[in-house]
């Protein structure tokens, strides 16, 4: 029996196979959102949408499709002082997880409502990433910019709780742990990119943005620092959100040949209605260590959670200094579109 099995095995082996797949063409539609350039109070509206299919052939996976969310996100100094122009800003800030952006989302079909118009759906979609396995983080980890904090770098003050935004190394000494330890998950989180945005001729999402955009189009960085000044910092992205991420409706939705009366409508938590001040106390001029804040107030007029993080950019430090961090809506500052894998 075991030499039967043994020629079986060598004479199957000799066969040529082929690789098969059970679809032969993949094709992606693009469908822009209603706003017409207002984004106030940070919604986000796809209404009347409707795909209709012209071959029973051809099929649409609202499962494969993914929301595409350019951003804006600018910090300012305040009180007469300036930042100072170094390298080291462009991890002045991070996207906390594309899973943080979305605070509230309604769907339904033909008027009838398929999901429950439930806020706080950043903790819902931060949950189901905790369930992933190593392989599935990879993928969607990186799509959705999501990396999770050091906690080990997480100390308290008195004055503002827990923080956990150092980027600033400390010297170790022999037989000693150090005071305060950088958050490598922010790092990692300024570095990550999901979308090739630097050739408009090789890039379909490019082109449907358009030339105007050219900060977004020509940087493979997502959370790109680009614009670096004394006066200001400015930082850009495009946030990626699958829909099967996004909503459980969309995960188990099946292939279709046609939708109609489709209608999404999100909330961000990122809004220019939104500002945030983080506040230190005086310092001496040339101070190069990590300053902690005495005071962070937060201004959150829409959504129930701050997605980005701030570590404190170079400064040049003369008096008390005044951080305000404020989000200003560019003509794209929050323009959702939706991609489809038909």
Not at 212 to 233: E, F, K, M, P
Not at 258 to 274: A, I, K, P
């Amino acid at each position: 029996m075991s030499n039967d099995l043994y020629q079986f095995n060598f004479e199957h082996d000799q066969q040529p196979t082929e690789n098969q797949y059970p679809i032969n063409d993949v094709q992606w539609i693009y469908i822009n959102d209603i706003n017409q350039n207002n984004y106030s109070n940070g919604f986000i509206n796809f209404t009347n949408v409707s795909v209709i299919g012209n071959s029973v052939e051809k099929q649409y996976l609202w499962s494969q499709g993914y929301l595409a969310i350019p951003y804006t996100i600018t910090v300012a100094p305040a009180g007469g002082l300036n930042f100072v122009i170094d390298d080291a800003n462009v991890n002045a800030l991070s996207v906390k997880s594309y899973a943080t952006l979305i605070d509230w989302v309604s769907a339904k079909f033909n008027g009838v409502s398929v999901t429950r118009n439930s806020y706080y759906n950043h903790l819902m979609m931060n949950e189901r990433i905790k369930t992933y396995n190593s392989d599935k983080f990879r993928l969607y980890g990186d799509i959705m910019n999501h990396e999770w904090d050091t906690g080990t770098g997480i100390s308290y003050s008195a004055t503002i709780g827990e923080r956990n935004n150092n980027t600033l190394g400390t010297t170790l000494a022999t037989g000693t742990n150090p005071g305060i330890i950088i958050n490598e998950g922010h790092i990692s989180r300024c570095a990550k990119t999901n979308v090739d945005l630097t050739n408009v001729n090789h890039s379909s999402l490019a082109s449907f943005m358009g030339a105007g955009n050219t900060s977004l189009r020509d940087t493979g960085n997502q959370n790109a620092l680009v614009y670096h000044n004394t006066d200001g910092l400015v930082f850009q992205g495009v946030a990626i959100i699958r829909l099967s991420e996004l909503h459980d409706f969309f995960k188990n939705m099946p292939s279709v040949a046609s939708s109609t009366g489709f209608e999404l409508r999100l909330q961000s938590n990122l809004s220019r209605e939104n500002s945030y001040v983080t506040r230190y106390d005086a310092m001496i001029a040339g101070n190069v260590l990590a300053q902690i804040p005495n005071l962070v107030t937060s201004q959150q007029i829409v959504g129930d959670c701050c997605p980005f993080l701030l570590a404190n950019p170079s400064q040049l430090i003369q008096q008390e200094l005044l951080q305000q961090i404020q989000q200003l809506q560019s003509k794209h500052a929050l323009d959702g579109t939706i991609i489809l894998d038909s």
